[in-house]
């Protein structure tokens, strides 16, 4: 019997799915028009192989700091790792977009690093070379500086959760301590890497402020260019459709990749780590340090400058009230897509165990909806605030209509331009993160602690609730938590869908920055640097306690 949870589950998905259904639905609508002919002839192999690229270098880059950081301050002990270990998150409450403006007012050519340079040698232009930071590499490091905290936050807790037992193992069978970390430990960690990766890469070819900013034409520019400049949305429909694609087949990689290969968790947690002395102990603080400089310090106390010498003079009690309605949006988004989450992934969980019952209908339905709710977060968030308009604003019809028939007055538009719709789009773009972090949590919990739940006399809701949400707590809380900064930083999908004279923190940076009002915007900035703070501090203290073993 196909259980209620899997039901809800996939009906959940496709809710949440349907902005993602409805761009994709564009595919099919219409004809392409000499506009898409004109792309794909002319810059879409330049969207390709920007997108290839930068997803190649922003991937690389995340898992060696990622991974790296993680493994130092879970696995050893060295001067200042107990800072850095919640510390190293502070990127987190760092927008790329306001990265892309503070280091390009750092290093231009009128900036303060090559004026000084100028000045102290006497330099003239063509006199020397300066790396250019408006450019793909810049756009790497960017987004580099700013996502590592992803893979950092997944691999340690991994680390931690495997802890030093078969470490030690592998190194008393004559591994050394590189070979027992490539040969155990990081494999036993890949889910953890791998799910931290891949929502860096869709975040990354999602963006759209810091790659236009550094003029670096990609899937998302192209998108934007085609629906708003050129408007044609079929076209703007096909590139989002390419970028979809291009997503799930780096996804379907990485799980291919793996095979039948399972990680589970089965032994206990032993919170035994090694101590380095010497150039090791230096060597393990200067890799923790470099990322959190240039990822947090560094552009973080560059707006603090501006902020004090210049600033917004209207900073008082608007900017409190921008700060609630920040505060109010990301709050109810993350709940949300916490609850939608553990739903959606034991469901899933479900429907597998249920395939060999009959139910490969089933768990095929449920696989495809997660998958495409997946998808959302590679979405631009335009691109998704469209996407749940179309839908949207039908049901209001629907609702006005109705409420027109039974009462003879019509209300309006009842959901469309109201904080519901907004959350809604949050949700569609930001549910993949805490989908992810709660299914690779679920994964590590092995299947016969599901089959003495069932032995005992559990059901499937009283399992998740007695079993499975106890284990998960840690992945619930980072999830939570990961999906609320990201919504405090989201720029697109809240100036398309945001409700009359609702302004966030975000949107009055994206303001000011884009009037060139830096010094202005740097207020808003720190603004949401400070609100995103609070819960990144939570997290990092949570995990420097151990009481977010879970996570993801």
Not at 5 to 28: D, H, Y
Not at 65 to 94: H, K, N, Y
Not at 108 to 130: C, H, K, M, N
Request: proline share 5%; net charge positive.
């Amino acid at each position: 019997m196909r259980s209620p949870l899997v039901v809800m589950a996939t009906l959940i998905g496709v809710l949440v799915a349907l902005p993602v259904l409805s761009v994709g639905a564009n595919l099919l609508a219409g004809d392409t028009g000499s506009t898409w002919s004109h792309l794909a002839s002319t810059v879409l192999p330049e969207y390709v192989l920007n997108s290839l690229l930068l997803s190649l270098g922003v991937g690389l880059g995340v898992a060696l700091l990622g991974v790296s950081t993680a493994w130092f301050t879970a696995m050893t002990d060295f001067p200042g790792r107990r800072v850095f270990e919640w510390a190293l998150l502070l990127p987190l409450a760092m927008p790329a977009y306001v990265m892309a403006y503070v280091y390009t007012d750092l290093l231009q050519f009128v900036g303060p690093i090559q004026t000084f340079l100028r000045e102290s040698f006497a330099w003239r232009r063509g006199d020397y070379w300066f790396p250019e930071i408006r450019s793909l590499g810049g756009a790497m490091l960017m987004f580099i500086c700013v996502l590592y905290p992803y893979v950092y936050l997944l691999a340690r807790t991994a680390f931690l959760e495997r802890g030093s037992g078969t470490f030690e193992a592998a190194r008393s069978l004559g591994l050394s301590p590189w070979g027992a970390f490539y040969r155990v430990s990081l494999p036993l960690a890949r889910p953890a890497v791998a799910a931290g990766v891949a929502l860096v890469l869709m975040e990354t070819l999602a963006d759209y402020g810091t790659v236009a900013y550094f003029s670096v034409p990609t899937f998302t520019t192209g998108i934007y260019r085609a629906w708003f400049s050129l408007g044609d949305r079929v076209a703007a429909a096909q590139l989002a459709g390419a970028l979809l694609m291009f997503v799930l087949l780096l996804l379907a990689m990485e799980r291919l990749s793996r095979g039948r290969a399972r990680f589970h968790e089965t032994g206990r947690r032993v919170g035994v780590r090694r101590p380095l002395a010497g150039w090791h102990a230096w060597a393990a603080h200067a890799v923790c340090q470099l990322p959190l400089l240039l990822g947090f310090l560094l552009p973080a106390g560059l707006l603090l400058k501006l902020a004090l010498e210049e600033g917004d003079s209207e900073f008082g009690v608007r900017y409190a009230v921008l700060a609630q309605n920040s505060l109010l949006v990301a709050g109810i988004s993350a709940v949300l897509a916490v609850l939608l989450a553990i739903l959606l992934a034991y469901g899933f969980r479900l429907a597998q165990e249920q395939r060999g019952a009959g139910g490969r209908g089933a768990a095929l339905f449920a696989r495809m909806a997660n998958r495409v709710v997946g998808l959302g977060y590679a979405v631009p968030g335009s691109v998704i605030a469209v996407g749940v308009l179309i839908p949207v604003t039908r049901l209001d019809h629907w609702l006005g209509a109705r409420w027109l028939e039974w009462f003879g007055t019509n209300p309006g538009l009842i959901l469309t331009g109201t904080v519901a719709a907004l959350i809604y789009a949050y949700l569609a773009r930001f549910l993949a993160i805490a989908l992810h972090t709660i299914d690779s949590g679920l994964a590590r919990v092995t299947p016969s602690m599901d089959a003495a739940a069932k032995s005992l006399g559990c059901g499937p809701l009283e399992t998740l609730r007695r079993v499975h949400v106890p284990l998960l707590s840690g992945s619930v809380f980072s999830a939570g938590l990961l999906v609320f900064v990201d919504v405090m930083k989201e720029l697109p999908a809240t100036l398309v869908m945001r409700p009359f004279n609702f302004d966030t923190l975000a949107t009055q940076t994206y303001t000011l920055a884009a009037d060139e009002r830096l010094a202005e915007a740097s207020t808003a900035a720190l603004a949401i640097v400070a609100v995103g703070l609070l819960p990144v501090m939570f997290l990092a203290r949570q995990v420097a306690k151990g009481k977010a073993g879970s996570a993801c």
